[in-house]
């Protein structure tokens, strides 16, 4: 009988650890997203600032829209990256590079992480209700209960912030990591879809109006768009 009531005060000191453990994961990420909700507002200030003393007609071209909590997004342009913050926590595969990592096998835990997705969207495709536009994922950015993180993406974003053991977040790397999604959104062009793909049109298409036509949108409709790769230390 002790044996068993020893086994049960052991399972529950074990369920007891990982949810704290899991709380502390959330809080963390958390933080680091409202850290990020807030250096995006200083941006869109900054912005509107430079634009103001440059004259321009149209200084409201980089603005932020919250949508609660766990979701806000930044616009410029004709572009809109859309930040989510997943509430659950993850654990990062046994297969991934970062598993391999120093920093990890010192303690298993911090492979426990929350996960801010970053998509794509034309703006135009809020703007006029094109609900069968696509976005983009263009980065993931894996934040531990220590605030370090890694991300997974594109270009820069996937080859400049690989480093988990010593990337932490903080507000100075908040705004770089925001800077580079911009920087590599600017270069993220819209393409003409392929002709096959839009040359049939149906009645009800036809007769919809602009804002909820039903032809999909999207940067790389129609062509191969792969994720790039590197190592994670």
């Known amino acids: 009988m002790a044996t068993k009531k020893n086994?049960?005060?052991?399972?529950?000191?074990?369920v007891l650890e990982k949810s704290s453990m899991k709380q502390d994961v959330f809080a963390a990420v958390l933080k680091s997203f409202q850290l990020?909700?807030?250096?995006?507002?200083?941006?869109?200030?900054?912005?509107?600032?430079n634009a103001i003393k440059k004259k321009m007609d149209r200084h409201d071209l980089l603005s932020v829209d919250q949508h609660g909590d766990f979701e806000f997004a930044l616009q410029f342009g004709g572009d809109t990256l859309l930040f989510l913050m997943h509430t659950n926590i993850f654990e990062i595969p046994r297969d991934h590079n970062v598993m391999r990592s120093k920093y990890i096998q010192e303690d298993p835990t911090r492979s426990y992480c929350g996960i801010v997705h970053i998509y794509n969207f034309?703006?135009?495709?809020f703007k006029y209700n094109r609900?069968?536009?696509?976005?983009?994922?263009?980065?993931?950015?894996?934040?531990?209960?220590?605030q370090h993180y890694f991300i997974d993406g594109k270009s820069e974003l996937g080859f400049m912030y690989n480093n988990f053991r010593n990337h932490q977040i903080?507000?100075?790397n908040v705004e770089e990591i925001l800077l580079s999604a911009i920087r590599y959104t600017l270069g993220f062009d819209l393409l003409i879809p392929?002709?096959?793909q839009v040359k049939l049109l149906t009645v009800s298409e036809?007769?919809?109006a602009l804002e909820v036509i039903s032809f999909k949108t999207g940067k790389r409709l129609g062509f191969q768009f792969y994720a790039d790769q590197d190592e994670v230390e």
Do not use: H
């Open 170 to 172: 903080n507000e100075k």
């Open 194 to 196: 392929p002709y096959e």
């Open 131 to 146: 609900v069968n536009d696509l976005g983009y994922l263009i980065g993931r950015i894996f934040i531990n209960r220590e």
């Open 36 to 49: 990020m909700k807030q250096v995006s507002e200083v941006l869109a200030k900054d912005y509107q600032i």
């Open 206 to 208: 036809m007769k919809n």
């Open 122 to 125: 034309l703006t135009d495709s």
């Open 7 to 14: 086994q049960r005060i052991r399972l529950f000191n074990e």
